[in-house]
């Protein structure tokens, strides 16, 4: 008995393990994790579950504040569908002789014929109210976020792909080699990013896959500063003696890179990426926001928070409902970044 | 030991920026009250104005929009002018008199000496006609010169069949007199003379600065431009604001009201809708259409011959089949498109809007029966993929655009792909035809049919639908060549049924002019053609 027990205790933890304790412990990341989660698999499975869909349009609807009810309007009263969903104030302005009790007795679910035009209450029920051509809200964000928080993996997996391997090989190689391809990302550096994005939008502008193409132009930018950071880990470890071992028993220098450096730098990248998502996402929206993202009917937040910034005078609940999602998952995202770099600091562990 | 030598710093640092703190609130006293002081009696004679783009030159002969036709209408001045109110007038400008002949295609202006450049320089028959010659000289490629056809041979010297102006109907009779020779009647020519198009321009100081025919002339991007209207330019700030002054010069100098016009360039709409409120502007460009209602305080919903219509691509598959077109008109819910979306307007059903004066001249047209399209037809409508509908990124386009394309979706089942873009790009991807449908809006030149019907000719500079037909062509000659007006409608109203008949464009609305007016502006004009006279405008403070 006491003897299992020893064993356990002496078993040394992984340093993923202590990291993952440690990230446990730090209670903002482990809110911004959740709420992360909870965002992905709302907006990803929301088709399933959630009744409206984010292009259904009621134009005679139009836009309504959240939770506002909705009257259904019918010439006939034998037709089963509606001919028309009206709100409460055009109600109230065009058709009711007594706008306040009647608007009451439609809210009691009471069915009311006003100069033979039936009205009732409709069933339709916009948690987040509906947009200027009566869509509900919350599914046109469930939508946007499929786009943003698309773009923002994808988008960041490019430049994880193109910075991890040409920060690698540099710093690995050093020397000329290093000297030249850190030049060239001095120079890339030195480009504007957002013109070099807008150039590669309006090149392929038009195309079938254009948001894909969106998110492959954000990711081939953004990989820059993920090459630096890489190259620095590498620079540092290849002098270490796992790496001269490796290299003295002739193991090969792909295979020394692939295997015994990517490892040792997955920590940093972990942390860069989580914070560059976030990033990529503000950059989607700053697209969008130019006209140049994602084309109705589709939305992502970014399109979202400017047509409510539009409108925001008369309908503020279409600015900052997104605006709050948004920016809530902006910040979700940082917290768990930071959290991660304390956790996989490498030398706060030593201490 | 730390606090008090905390608080010691912190009473130094008191000490040291509150000298700075005290100039500071001095200078704005002094300095802030002398220049709002000013700045308000400033502003008491100034009329401020939104404008919605800034303009390349106020060249009168090279403005295209009615944007770059406002700030030239109130540098320039034409042989007759607008009145404060309505179209119908026709008030004495350049020209003091003038008489027509019994066929309405003879023209003979006397010119008033009084009217003269703001430098000086006198104004003479010669002027306008070397004005005319400029903005017909082919190699100027001038876009309004189209509406100079009616004048003799003027169609021939543009397209240069014909280089001797002199053969053009327009000529000096003497200093001060001019004759304008018509090809056939124009009962309306004085209207049409009110454009911005017809204004003279400084021959001399055109000169000065380059070749007459030069498009890169820059006389009118000067920061001391010679005109002849009731102000000249002042100063030019680029991006930011054009302020003209009133003309001493300017022969009707003491009926000029306004001391000064300042046009700020504000493109979003919203942003002019502050600035309004803020009491930045007296004139705003648009209304934000989510705030269109009826009684809006200082709004004004004016009537105005404009048309948002959608054009359509009729040479590429699948919308080169009328009936395709016009089962796309009718699945348009044009009452709830304009209830939900534009906020003002009216229902369209034919290209030319119904506060046209005098036109139709009978009841409107019959509703045309409905088209319902074979299973095979709406395929072929799908067969291509979804059709490219491009709208530029202006004020309602993309919301109305969305709401067409769900309407399109909910009736026809067809897949329609919205790409907005900036409205330069919009403007040549309709022109290169590298579209299937586009939304836009036409607002005619003169108070009369013509100019509507004119832009869908076969050969016409506008005519973005690549529609051809020589039936309609035809009836828009004939027209030309009837010099009775009712027939002449007739003719008129026959090529639009048959417009409305073939659908190479589907109209959706006749809009109205809504903007915000100051409630110190007082004879704001209100034309049908938004042309602008601030001749009469005063301000009362």
Known sequence: ?351 | MTRPSCRNNLIEWVYTILPFILLGVFSFVFFGCSNSASKNAEIANTLRISHPAEPNAIDPHQAISVAEGNIASALFEGLVTQPARGDTEILPGVASSWTVNAKKSKFVFSLNPNAVWSDGTPIDANTFVESYKRILTPRFAAQNAVLFYDILNAEEFHKGEITDFSKVGVSAISNYELEIELNRSVPYFLQKLKHFAWFPVPIHEIQANGGLYSISNSWASNPNLVSNGPYVLASWQRNLRISIVKNKRYWDAEKVSVASIEFHLIENTQSQYRAFQAGQIDVTEEIPSELKSPNLPNARFDPVLSTAYLVLNTESSPLNSSRARIALSQAIDRKLLIKAVLKSGTPANRFTPKSMPGYPLRSDLANPALVTLAEIELDALRANGPLTMIVSNRDVSIDVAEALQNMWEAKLGIDVRIQNMEFRTFLTRLDEGDYDIGYIAWTGDYAHAYTFLDVLRSDGLHNRSRWKHSGYDNLLDKSLTQHDSKSRLETLYKAENLLMEEMPIIPISWKTKDYFLSSRVQNWPASLVLLRTYKYVHLQN
């Open chain 1, 1 to 351: 008995m006491s003897s299992l027990k020893d064993i356990e205790v002496i078993q040394a933890r992984s340093p993923w393990r202590d990291a993952w304790l440690k990230l446990g412990k730090n209670r903002l990341a482990m809110f911004g994790l959740g709420f992360f989660a909870t965002m992905v698999v709302l907006c990803y499975a929301s088709p399933l579950f959630y009744p409206h869909s984010p292009t259904s349009q009621t134009l005679s609807l139009g836009a309504t504040p959240p939770l506002s009810m909705g009257i259904e309007l019918r010439y006939d009263a034998e037709s089963e569908v509606a001919d028309e969903v009206i709100t409460v104030k055009e109600f109230a302005d065009v058709y009711a002789s007594n706008p306040e009790e009647e608007a009451l007795r439609i809210r009691n679910g009471e069915v009311i014929d006003v100069d033979g035009l039936i009205f009732s209450k409709s069933s339709q029920i916009h948690i987040l109210g509906t947009d200027g051509h009566g869509r509900d809200l919350l599914a046109r964000i469930f939508q946007g976020g499929r786009i943003s928080l698309g773009v923002g993996f994808i988008a960041t997996f490019v430049s994880l792909l193109i910075g991890v391997f040409y920060g690698a090989v540099s710093g690995y190689l050093g020397g000329n080699t290093d000297a030249i391809m850190m030049r060239l990302v001095d120079v890339l550096y030195a480009l504007p990013f957002l013109i070099f994005v807008i150039l590669l939008m309006v090149v392929f502008e038009g195309s079938d896959h254009q948001l894909l193409l969106i998110f492959l132009a954000i990711g081939a930018v953004e990989w820059l500063t993920m090459a630096r950071i890489v190259r620095g880990q590498v620079a540092n470890l290849k002098n270490q003696d796992f790496v001269e071992a490796a290299r003295a028993t002739g193991v090969q220098t792909f295979s020394i890179i692939l295997r015994h450096l990517a490892p040792n730098i997955l920590g940093p990248v972990i942390v860069y990426s989580t914070l560059l998502v976030p990033a990529v996402m503000l950059l989607e929206s700053t697209l969008s926001f130019l006209g140049l993202g994602v084309q109705p009917p589709n939305a992502s937040w970014g399109t979202l928070i400017k047509e409510g910034a539009e409108k925001m005078m008369v309908y503020p609940w279409l600015l900052f409902v997104p605006a709050t999602f948004f920016s809530f998952t902006l910040f979700a995202m940082n917290f768990l970044g930071d959290g991660l770099r304390d956790a996989l600091d490498v030398k706060s562990s030593k201490d």
